[in-house]
């Protein structure tokens, strides 16, 4: 464990680690297993179909280190299957579930002294699967980048398990029947960031 950092302090924000997993996969090739790399900004075309028309996924789960100094997870082939449904959604290969169980555990090793110690946090484990070549019509992209960046993380909610105020806005909408609401597409959460700032600006939550 990293012994100088101050686990009393960790909040749900970004503590940058060391490595890294990063594995991409060229029109119907099959995905093989990647590489571990040092954690640190990746390189995309501008013409990139992520970022020009949304293909993107990501997943989010936690790695926990126990009393006896173990650190577990908690079903991450559940996590995999849920990222397969959303790639069919979105057109995108899905990631086979055990590349996917096999990254999470390779990254998670890697950063083995960022995981929390028992009680005070977890290993949040963040996995993203984008279309990276690049597309000027509207269509698949040519290419897609599965990787996952790791970070030690404090409650969700400061203070504990509480009740807390919620909002339902008559004027804005997440989802809609037949829509992309079901899946962890990257762009089904910008669009609740207005609702949610101004719902916290007026009182009302
Ligand atoms: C992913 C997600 C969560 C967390 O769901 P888990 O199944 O616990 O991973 C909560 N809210 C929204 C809107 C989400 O997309």
Known sequence: MNESFDWDSLTFSLTPTETMYITETEGDEPWMPG??????????????????????????????????????????????????????????????????????????????????????????????????????????????????YVTPVGPYFKGGVNAIDLLISERHHRAAPGGSGGVKAIGNYAPGMKPSKEAKADGLC
Not at 52 to 81: C, D, H, I, W
Not at 123 to 140: D, E, T
């Open 35 to 148: 590489r571990l790399q040092p954690y640190g900004n990746v390189s995309l075309s501008p013409a990139a179909g992520v970022l020009n028309y949304g293909q993107g996924l990501f997943e989010g789960m936690k790695a926990f280190r126990t009393s006896k100094g173990r650190v577990v997870f908690f079903r991450p082939e559940e996590n995999a299957r849920r990222m397969q449904r959303g790639a069919d959604r979105l057109k995108m290969p899905p990631v086979p579930e055990s590349v996917f169980v096999d990254a999470v555990e390779q990254v998670v090793a890697a950063n083995i002294n960022w995981v929390p110690p028992s009680g005070k946090g977890a290993m949040y484990v963040r996995p993203l699967l984008m279309g990276s070549g690049p597309i000027l019509g509207v269509a698949p992209a040519p290419s897609y980048t599965f990787l996952i």
